[in-house]
């Protein structure tokens, strides 16, 4: 089974992932998962509802959640790209079924109501924070579909044990998914080439790099890309041999990414 | 296999109706179907987006449906509403599995882009109008999961034949799903405590109507009504042999439906 990732940019090119997987889920079972950070920062800002992010002691960026925050995510993910990618693929002729983490307990997370963040040089705790980190998947309901011809499509949020709807990291619940699947083969796209060792500069593209010293290229990546080096690390924990990181902009962003075209971890 | 649909509005009583279908569950199979439409308002009056109605002809009125209405239509019944209803059946360990109209092809509809509208005394053609009317259902994905004890949650849009979304009429959606899955018993809950004579006056509750006159009430009935009336219509012609219309505002409202305290039809 092939995981494959896509961001939430807005130059994912889904005209040519709808085609990439229509091409490969004849040759083998697909599970997909996306982002939707454009679409979310779009609607928070039409709704005007600030988006505050929060850096962890250990200098990760990630996003407070309060409820009204929480219900942008819901609109923007599992509602406006959710529906609109599924729809893509129907047209490639794909039985897509598009999921979030809360349907059927798909992604069940710890909940995290009380962070601690870094503000400035203090450390304070923040309190009703609503995401959770992803602990267990709902295995049997990606196989019933899969095993019936359907793609399932997933994202964001997930449900915390205690039932409460939770914004959730998705580079780290997909790297549970891959090990709870037992998959091997991961792929992820995003709007950059691949691992960039200058972030703003695409000619200093990784092409390949040891599992082991993943964990490395922490120290000079930005932003959202540490928890991707972190959610890859945790794949392979889990049992992942190869992840392709490559470029969602491009034609056939995912047959360029299994062609190694993008940055390889193995 | 009951089918149940539960109105969009304001002071519709979640709860109860979470814990009337985890009783329920273990009884019979069930479906349910939501609506989310003072969801859909409040999002659209918040992105200062119009809602047009448009009256046909025969004077049955709809919202007009243009790209930017769409992508609320998405966010707050796919997105919003929907998943809130699965994480709160959830709760009361019903495993609730949202799913849109677009989902696996669920509903799939006849697009119908252009409409006739009423405009004082004219009659008008509007074009580019999102919408269509359910002629399909995927059973097929329906069963699986209500085989494999599932609770489908179901809302709008639909999909077209040519696989573009589509707002489309809930009640006649419903109908349509009832006879392809060749459901005998609906339950429709909404904010009023059944068929009313007087639309004002929730004194005026008609208790029992024969399904071959409920085309009689047509002529006093007012708005949304209308089409609901057209729905049970439809439902009745497709094998339904027992309609349910009750309150969805009180304690146990599917229980009180099925208890006859509100409209039954049949």
């Not at 960026?61 to 219900?71: A, R, W």
């Not at 609109?75 to 349907?103: F, H, I, P, T, W």
């Not at 932003?223 to 049992?239: H, N, S």
Request: glycine share 8%; with cysteine; hydrophobic share 45%.
């Amino acid at each position: 089974m092939l995981l494959i990732k896509a961001g939430g940019g807005r130059d994912i090119n889904w005209d040519g992932i709808a085609r990439d997987i229509s091409y490969l889920i004849s040759r083998e079972k697909v599970v997909l998962v996306h982002g939707a950070s454009y679409y979310r920062d779009n609607l928070a800002s039409r709704l005007s509802i600030p988006i505050k992010t929060v850096v962890s002691p250990s200098g990760i960026t990630s996003v407070y959640t309060d409820q009204q925050l929480l219900e942008v995510f819901l609109m923007a993910y599992a509602g406006l790209v959710n529906k609109k990618v599924v729809a893509r693929l129907q047209k490639e002729g794909v039985r897509a079924v598009g999921l979030s983490g809360v349907d059927g307990g798909l992604w069940q997370a710890k909940a995290k109501k009380e962070i601690m963040a870094r503000e400035g040089d203090r450390v304070i705790l923040l309190k009703d924070n609503l995401t959770g980190r992803v602990e267990e998947i709902n295995t049997e309901l990606i196989n019933l579909l899969v095993e019936n011809n359907y793609l399932p499509v997933i994202c964001s949020p997930a449900i915390s044990f205690e039932k409460e709807i939770v914004n959730t990291d998705n580079d780290w619940a997909i790297a549970i998914m891959a090990e709870k699947l037992k998959i091997r083969k991961l792929v992820v796209l995003f709007e950059n080439p691949g691992l960039l060792e200058n972030p703003d500069d695409e000619s200093t593209l990784v092409p390949r790099v040891e599992k082991e010293k993943i964990e490395d290229y922490l120290a000079f990546a930005r932003g959202r890309m540490k928890k991707k080096i972190l959610g890859a690390k945790r794949a392979m924990e889990g049992g992942v041999d190869v992840i392709y990181w490559a470029d969602g902009r491009i034609e056939n962003p995912i047959l360029n990414a299994l062609e190694g075209k993008g940055t390889v971890i193995s």
